[in-house]
């Protein structure tokens, strides 16, 4: 971490002011030392670069897991695409524009896919993730003078109030124990007039089965989930053959995206975490109103029914 993050960081505990004492830097970067609370005396420590202010993955050990293993899959520096591009414009209906000079958190960032795109749009991001997916976003981002990447529980950020211009949680507060109350932990960190995007699973028939599937498979060891999710590469041949290919998809739904690694990693994605809460459009917009936000737009991806997946997007309300 860099010095300038003490501006934004605050003790999660007390919301103190945060001091550093590093025993390992380079130029301006603390690789190993602590962070020591003037209020509390709290300390957290620092290591790889990374400010800690959680000790265990707790429920997200499978996204410590697939965010490590699967660590370039999705970020289009590595892949040669701009498919997380694309889809953040999509789900957010933010542009380059939107984030010049900016100050922006990605909460729940996982192996920085969407900080990627906010970083070299020109904004100063954080990327705060509770799993030990911040390792592999660090491998992703860490060269990236305007990348901060903090391992944090959502339900207690380590940040100061009102500093972000914009926030976004992307796929990721659905799978905590109660998405509303993650949901309600972002707002206060936004500066008034700050605008905060969500993307969270619908709550809709298409899933039937594969909730049917997951009494199992998110109770089993995780690793068997990743050697079982494998099956999504070779039956994406067989499921593209009509009325077959439907049927697999309604009785044993997997991800059916062309890069092999790429459905693996989302069919495990979908099968092996602990929480996976599913919400109705309504639902979140008033999650939106309940916390003070107004201009919300809802955003539906091209192609995608108005019933799947939930993309919003609102400004905390100035007063």
């Given at each position: 971490?860099?010095?300038?993050?003490?501006?934004?960081?605050?003790?999660?505990?007390?919301?103190?002011?945060?001091?550093?004492?590093?025993?390992?830097?380079?130029?301006?970067d603390i690789v190993e030392g602590s962070l020591?609370?003037?209020?509390?005396?709290?300390?957290?420590?620092?290591?790889?670069?990374?400010?800690?202010?959680?000790?265990?993955?707790?429920?997200?050990?499978?996204?410590?897991?697939?965010?490590?293993?699967?660590?370039?899959?999705?970020?289009?520096?590595?892949?040669?695409?701009?498919?997380?591009?694309?889809?953040?414009?999509?789900?957010?209906?933010?542009?380059?524009?939107?984030?010049?000079?900016?100050?922006?958190?990605?909460?729940?960032?996982?192996?920085?896919?969407?900080?990627?795109?906010?970083?070299?749009?020109?904004?100063?991001?954080?990327?705060?993730?509770?799993?030990?997916?911040?390792?592999?976003?660090?491998?992703?981002?860490?060269?990236?003078?305007?990348?901060?990447?903090?391992?944090?529980?959502?339900?207690?950020?380590?940040?100061?109030?009102?500093?972000?211009?914009?926030?976004?949680?992307?796929?990721?507060?659905?799978?905590?124990?109660?998405?509303?109350?993650?949901?309600?932990?972002?707002?206060?960190?936004?500066?008034?007039?700050?605008e905060f995007a969500v993307f969270l699973y619908?709550?809709?028939?298409?899933?039937?089965?594969?909730?049917?599937?997951?009494?199992?498979?998110?109770?089993?060891?995780?690793?068997?989930?990743?050697?079982?999710?494998?099956?999504?590469?070779?039956?994406?041949?067989p499921y593209k053959i009509p009325i077959v290919?439907?049927?697999?998809?309604?009785?044993?739904?997997?991800?059916?995206?062309?890069?092999?690694?790429?459905?693996?990693?989302?069919?495990?994605?979908?099968?092996?975490?602990?929480?996976?809460?599913?919400?109705?459009?309504?639902?979140?917009?008033?999650?939106?109103?309940?916390?003070?936000?107004?201009?919300?737009?809802?955003?539906?991806?091209?192609?995608?029914?108005?019933?799947?997946?939930?993309?919003?997007?609102?400004?905390?309300?100035?007063?």
């Amino acid at each position: 971490m860099r010095y300038e993050a003490l501006s934004i960081l605050a003790c999660p505990v007390c919301r103190g002011i945060l001091s550093a004492t590093p025993t390992v830097e380079v130029g301006d970067d603390i690789v190993e030392g602590s962070l020591d609370c003037t209020g509390c005396a709290a300390k957290y420590p620092v290591r790889n670069g990374i400010p800690r202010f959680v000790e265990h993955d707790v429920y997200l050990d499978t996204f410590s897991f697939q965010w490590n293993r699967f660590h370039d899959i999705q970020v289009d520096r590595w892949n040669n695409t701009d498919q997380s591009e694309m889809e953040f414009r999509a789900k957010t209906g933010w542009r380059p524009e939107d984030f010049t000079g900016k100050l922006v958190l990605d909460a729940g960032g996982g192996a920085g896919r969407f900080s990627e795109i906010a970083s070299r749009w020109g904004a100063q991001v954080v990327c705060v993730d509770m799993s030990f997916a911040v390792e592999a976003a660090r491998k992703n981002l860490g060269g990236r003078r305007n990348v901060h990447v903090v391992q944090a529980d959502l339900f207690r950020l380590p940040f100061r109030h009102g500093v972000f211009d914009l926030a976004f949680s992307m796929g990721v507060l659905h799978h905590t124990p109660c998405t509303r109350e993650a949901f309600r932990c972002i707002p206060p960190f936004l500066k008034a007039g700050g605008e905060f995007a969500v993307f969270l699973y619908g709550l809709g028939p298409y899933s039937y089965f594969s909730d049917i599937w997951r009494k199992v498979t998110a109770r089993i060891p995780y690793r068997w989930v990743y050697y079982l999710s494998w099956l999504s590469i070779p039956l994406y041949y067989p499921y593209k053959i009509p009325i077959v290919g439907l049927a697999g998809q309604i009785l044993f739904p997997v991800n059916l995206h062309p890069n092999p690694r790429w459905r693996w990693l989302n069919t495990f994605d979908w099968y092996s975490p602990k929480y996976q809460h599913k919400h109705t459009w309504p639902e979140v917009y008033g999650w939106y109103e309940e916390n003070g936000f107004t201009d919300m737009k809802l955003l539906v991806e091209p192609g995608e029914s108005p019933l799947g997946n939930i993309n919003i997007r609102g400004r905390r309300n100035p007063a």
